[in-house]
């Protein structure tokens, strides 16, 4: 090759990666130009420490916003780092030459910082066919994509008869000249890079920029900073790593003044390059972020394997099966490669590629089943690979402080989903939840609440999920903007969120996530405004959907050591509002008013409950009479709804406070003669709802229900069917088929035979046998490890 070496690549190509590594050992320039944003010229020297493991990216971010933000993910196969980690090693100076991201941020503000698919050039296409191929590009975080754009290994698989492009690429590129245990090149490694070139030229010429216009203004930055280089170095000592796209256009020869004319104008931004951990599975087009490669732990087997690339692979398959304790031997594996090899000669493939390996493995190490296999896409042909980055890499403080808190917690970092028990009788764990929610709260969604594989529970216990994205380090840098340190951060965006939160509820979630976060001096805040709302809040829904998150705020702090007084007083405020306001509110309801207050009255009753079995609350011990009396006058009152009447008297009679026989008689006054069908059917809807063994355990309940019944005159029947079907769909299948054999034995069963004379059901007792129900205590002290 004559002037400057354009090798022109695939991105995250193993074969690309292969070809520039034995071009440039071959040309040996004094100085390289690789595709990527000149501002990361500074934190390119962190490519050659040996704390930078890959896949890892650039990261530019716009400090003012950092959600304006765009990568340049690199894998240890892609060429662009294979090439910059050669020039580090042996001190040739290295320097990105695309458009700034100052001007690629403020154009697109985030969007595709390299929107070109481009070539890999170990390709040896034919002459009628020239390779190359087309790479999708990585795209920031919620970028939109732009018009289609030519597909340039589309076109040459069609052309070369090809259904598949990837396939297609597998056996021009990544097998060519590659069999068991030779090398990757040709005698000359130049010469794939001058067909690619030529290629190009060919398909650009025909197409046009087809969806590359953008392109435009990018190559002539890099033409402008190739002339310079060949200005300092000489023609022949300068080589250019770029997307094979754009080597047709660097190699032509165009006016310096058309190229600044081209940059002239541009809107620019103040922008910050770092490096950043990357994963494997966001390299993946599957994971939508369209890296371009479907399979990056494959392709780094290819580039990573020293020889018999198949073998090894298929020994990675048993072995993470095996891991699994499925059964997979030796033998396995040896038919697995033979069939593999078989497939690929009956294919017409020069070496068994993906897509053979997994049809092998498929048949012969998962036995056909599909479950297996597809583990091994997950784990293997995708992967979950985290890269590292130094820890003196640049990066926002808000970043280090949470680096330190990772380290220091024993928390690291992965790209796999990760199950976390806590037991918050530990230090340790206290301090691991009580970062994990100050990053929720700060919309760093490394963990979310999940519920515990070993079926924990009570307040001492809490389970995470974990799992490390990439893109969390844009949402760390965005955080920034409130501090410094993860504390403050949290704790200043608690304080904005109060005051800017648009309804009452929202302010008692956000108390409730202040103590999990321990946020003791955004708590004061969050309580001011939390008072102030409920003040001068008089929707009744309103302060029964506060309450809730409330009452769990002091719970909560009771089992964590935080203060919760505030958090106390208010909740039995508002308890106490709802209490005054419940009785008007429920007046008069139509039927769907009545079904969303019902929801309501639980959620109060739950949550009063709550309150009031907390010790130190000062006041809450008088909540459960005060709440009592307002259940009671609602289940007199006749202009209260069926509906809520009935509920009211189920909560009493769960607490144990109707006299007995009560909960009967008001239920036969429910079900007089005088009382509307659609009427009594809503108050037994109420009052049987959430569990029917009170009909299986109670048969004069059962025995009023089913005379109520049988009196509905026909013509009101098919009014009341729909109600009580609804009811008697939500028990389990085991108290609906005990009901009904209570009703079949006929009325003797179910009409309240207790206490008549007649004698007790089969299987049941006149009344609860307390000798023989206490004689369980001794296990369940036991199995609960009481005192």
Same mark, same amino acid.
């Given at each position: 090759?004559?002037?400057?070496?354009?090798?022109?690549?695939?991105?995250?190509?193993? +074969?690309?990666?292969?070809?520039?590594?034995?071009?440039?050992?071959?040309?040996?320039?004094?100085?390289?130009?690789?595709?990527?944003?000149?501002?990361?010229?500074?934190?390119?020297?962190?490519?050659?420490?040996?704390?930078?493991?890959?896949?890892?990216?650039?990261?530019?971010?716009?400090?003012?916003? #950092? +959600?304006?933000?765009?990568?340049?993910?690199?894998?240890?196969?892609?060429?662009?780092?294979?090439?910059?980690?050669?020039?580090?090693? =042996?001190?040739?100076?290295?320097?990105?030459?695309?458009?700034?991201?100052?001007?690629?941020?403020?154009?697109?503000?985030?969007?595709?910082?390299?929107?070109?698919?481009?070539?890999?050039?170990?390709?040896?296409?034919?002459?009628?066919?020239?390779?190359?191929?087309?790479?999708?590009?990585?795209?920031?975080?919620?970028?939109?994509?732009?018009?289609?754009? &030519?597909? #340039?290994?589309?076109?040459?698989?069609?052309?070369?008869?090809?259904?598949?492009?990837?396939?297609?690429?597998?056996?021009?590129?990544?097998?060519?000249?590659?069999?068991? +245990?030779?090398?990757?090149?040709?005698?000359?490694?130049?010469?794939?890079?001058?067909?690619?070139? *030529?290629?190009?030229?060919?398909?650009?010429?025909?197409?046009?920029?087809?969806?590359?216009?953008?392109?435009?203004?990018?190559?002539?930055?890099?033409?402008?900073?190739?002339?310079?280089?060949?200005?300092?170095?000489?023609?022949?000592?300068?080589?250019?790593?770029?997307?094979?796209?754009?080597?047709?256009?660097?190699?032509? $020869?165009?006016?310096?003044?058309?190229?600044?004319?081209?940059?002239?104008?541009? #809107?620019?931004?103040?922008?910050?390059?770092?490096?950043?951990?990357?994963?494997?599975?966001? @390299?993946?087009?599957?994971?939508?972020?369209?890296? +371009?490669?479907?399979?990056?732990?494959?392709?780094?087997? @290819?580039?990573?394997?020293?020889?018999?690339?198949?073998?090894?692979?298929?020994?990675?398959?048993?072995?993470? @099966?095996?891991?699994?304790?499925?059964?997979?031997?030796?033998?396995?594996?040896?038919?697995?490669?033979?069939?593999?090899?078989?497939?690929?000669?009956?294919?017409?493939?020069?070496?068994?590629?993906?897509?053979?390996?997994?049809?092998?493995?498929?048949?012969?190490?998962?036995?056909?089943?599909?479950?297996?296999?597809?583990?091994? =896409?997950?784990?293997?042909?995708?992967?979950?690979?985290?890269?590292?980055?130094?820890?003196?890499?640049?990066?926002?403080?808000?970043?280090?402080? &949470?680096?330190? !808190?990772?380290?220091?917690?024993?928390?690291?970092?992965?790209?796999?989903?990760?199950?976390?028990?806590?037991?918050?009788?530990?230090?340790?764990?206290?301090?691991? $939840?009580?970062?994990?929610?100050?990053?929720?709260?700060?919309?760093?969604?490394?963990? $979310?609440?999940?519920?515990?594989?070993?079926?924990?529970?009570?307040?001492?216990?809490?389970?995470?999920?974990?799992?490390?994205?990439?893109?969390?380090?844009?949402?760390?840098?965005?955080?920034?903007?409130?501090?410094?340190?993860?504390?403050?951060?949290?704790?200043?965006?608690?304080?904005?969120?109060?005051?800017?939160?648009?309804?009452?509820?929202?302010?008692?979630?956000?108390?409730?996530?202040?103590?999990?976060?321990? &946020?003791?001096?955004?708590?004061?805040?969050?309580?001011?405004?939390?008072?102030?709302?409920?003040?001068?809040?008089?929707?009744?829904?309103?302060?029964?959907?506060?309450?809730?998150?409330?009452?769990?705020?002091?719970?909560?702090?009771?089992?964590?050591?935080?203060?919760?007084?505030?958090?106390? !007083?208010?909740?039995?405020?508002?308890?106490?509002?709802?209490?005054?306001?419940?009785?008007?509110?429920?007046?008069?309801?139509?039927?769907?008013?009545?079904?969303?207050?019902?929801?309501?009255?639980?959620?109060?009753?739950?949550?009063?409950?709550?309150?009031?079995?907390?010790?130190?609350?000062?006041?809450?011990?008088?909540?459960?009479?005060?709440?009592?009396?307002?259940?009671?006058?609602?289940?007199?009152?006749?202009?209260?709804?069926?509906? &809520?009447?009935?509920?009211?008297?189920?909560?009493?009679?769960?607490?144990?406070?109707?006299?007995?026989?009560?909960?009967?008689?008001?239920?036969?006054?429910?079900?007089?003669?005088?009382?509307?069908?659609? *009427?009594?059917?809503?108050?037994?809807?109420?009052?049987?709802?959430?569990?029917?063994?009170?009909?299986?355990?109670?048969?004069?309940?059962?025995?009023?229900?089913?005379?109520?019944?049988?009196?509905?005159?026909?013509?009101?029947?098919?009014?009341?069917?729909?109600?009580?079907?609804?009811?008697?769909?939500?028990?389990?299948?085991?108290?609906?088929?005990?009901?009904?054999?209570?009703?079949?034995?006929?009325?003797?069963?179910?009409?309240?035979?207790?206490?008549?004379? $007649?004698?007790?059901?089969?299987?049941?007792?006149?009344?609860?046998?307390?000798?023989?129900?206490?004689?369980?205590?001794?296990?369940?002290?036991?199995?609960?490890?009481?005192?």
């Amino acid at each position: 090759m004559n002037g400057p070496l354009l090798l022109g690549v695939r991105h995250h190509g193993p +074969g690309s990666a292969r070809a520039v590594r034995a071009a440039l050992d071959a040309r040996a320039p004094k100085i390289l130009l690789v595709e990527g944003p000149p501002e990361a010229d500074d934190v390119l020297p962190l490519a050659a420490d040996p704390g930078m493991r890959p896949p890892v990216a650039l990261l530019a971010h716009v400090p003012a916003e #950092p +959600g304006r933000a765009a990568f340049w993910p690199l894998a240890d196969f892609s060429p662009e780092w294979v090439a910059v980690r050669w020039a580090l090693a =042996r001190g040739v100076p290295v320097r990105f030459i695309d458009l700034p991201a100052a001007h690629t941020l403020a154009l697109g503000g985030g969007d595709d910082p390299d929107p070109d698919r481009d070539a890999d050039p170990e390709a040896e296409p034919e002459p009628a066919q020239p390779g190359d191929e087309e790479d999708a590009t990585p795209r920031a975080p919620g970028a939109a994509s732009g018009a289609p754009r &030519l597909d #340039p290994v589309a076109v040459l698989a069609a052309t070369a008869g090809y259904d598949d492009p990837e396939r297609w690429w597998e056996d021009v590129v990544e097998h060519r000249g590659r069999s068991r +245990g030779d090398g990757t090149g040709g005698p000359d490694p130049f010469t794939p890079f001058a067909a690619l070139g *030529e290629a190009m030229a060919v398909l650009r010429a025909e197409h046009g920029e087809d969806g590359h216009e953008r392109d435009l203004v990018r190559e002539a930055h890099m033409r402008l900073r190739l002339r310079e280089a060949r200005r300092a170095y000489g023609d022949e000592h300068v080589a250019v790593v770029c997307g094979a796209w754009h080597v047709p256009a660097l190699a032509r $020869s165009v006016k310096v003044a058309d190229d600044r004319a081209l940059l002239r104008g541009l #809107p620019k931004a103040r922008v910050e390059v770092t490096w950043v951990p990357w994963t494997h599975r966001r @390299l993946a087009r599957q994971s939508g972020y369209g890296a +371009g490669i479907d399979s990056p732990g494959w392709y780094g087997h @290819l580039f990573t394997a020293p020889d018999r690339p198949v073998e090894r692979w298929m020994t990675r398959i048993a072995r993470l @099966l095996r891991d699994e304790d499925l059964l997979v031997s030796s033998a396995h594996v040896i038919e697995a490669v033979r069939l593999a090899d078989t497939l690929a000669a009956l294919r017409g493939r020069p070496l068994a590629g993906l897509t053979e390996t997994m049809d092998a493995a498929r048949a012969v190490l998962c036995e056909g089943s599909e479950v297996p296999l597809h583990l091994v =896409r997950d784990r293997l042909v995708v992967g979950d690979v985290l890269g590292e980055v130094p820890d003196d890499a640049p990066a926002v403080p808000l970043h280090r402080d &949470l680096a330190r !808190q990772q380290k220091s917690l024993r928390l690291r970092p992965e790209a796999s989903d990760r199950e976390l028990d806590l037991d918050l009788r530990k230090d340790t764990d206290v301090a691991r $939840s009580r970062l994990l929610h100050r990053l929720r709260l700060l919309g760093v969604h490394w963990g $979310s609440p999940a519920v515990s594989r070993s079926a924990h529970t009570g307040t001492f216990r809490e389970s995470w999920r974990l799992r490390w994205e990439p893109e969390l380090a844009v949402r760390t840098a965005e955080a920034g903007v409130w501090g410094t340190t993860v504390l403050a951060a949290a704790t200043a965006k608690a304080r904005s969120a109060a005051v800017a939160a648009p309804a009452l509820a929202d302010v008692t979630t956000l108390a409730e996530r202040c103590l999990l976060a321990d &946020l003791p001096d955004a708590l004061p805040v969050v309580m001011r405004t939390l008072a102030d709302r409920a003040a001068l809040d008089a929707d009744i829904g309103h302060l029964v959907q506060a309450l809730p998150a409330l009452v769990r705020t002091v719970r909560y702090g009771d089992v964590r050591g935080a203060d919760a007084v505030a958090p106390a !007083q208010v909740a039995v405020g508002l308890a106490e509002r709802v209490g005054v306001g419940l009785p008007p509110a429920c007046a008069g309801l139509d039927a769907d008013g009545a079904a969303q207050m019902r929801e309501h009255l639980d959620t109060a009753h739950h949550a009063i409950t709550l309150l009031a079995q907390q010790e130190g609350v000062p006041g809450a011990g008088e909540l459960p009479d005060r709440w009592r009396r307002v259940l009671r006058t609602l289940a007199d009152r006749e202009r209260v709804p069926g509906l &809520l009447r009935g509920r009211c008297v189920r909560l009493l009679l769960d607490d144990g406070r109707l006299a007995d026989g009560e909960a009967a008689r008001l239920l036969g006054l429910a079900l007089s003669p005088g009382t509307p069908p659609l *009427e009594a059917a809503a108050w037994i809807e109420g009052f049987l709802a959430g569990g029917g063994m009170l009909l299986a355990h109670d048969e004069r309940l059962l025995g009023l229900v089913d005379r109520w019944l049988i009196s509905v005159a026909p013509d009101a029947f098919t009014e009341v069917l729909p109600l009580l079907r609804r009811t008697f769909a939500e028990y389990e299948a085991g108290v609906r088929r005990t009901l009904g054999e209570l009703l079949r034995r006929g009325p003797a069963a179910a009409g309240g035979a207790r206490g008549a004379g $007649s004698g007790a059901l089969p299987g049941f007792g006149p009344g609860a046998d307390a000798e023989r129900a206490d004689a369980v205590l001794p296990t369940l002290r036991l199995l609960l490890a009481a005192p």
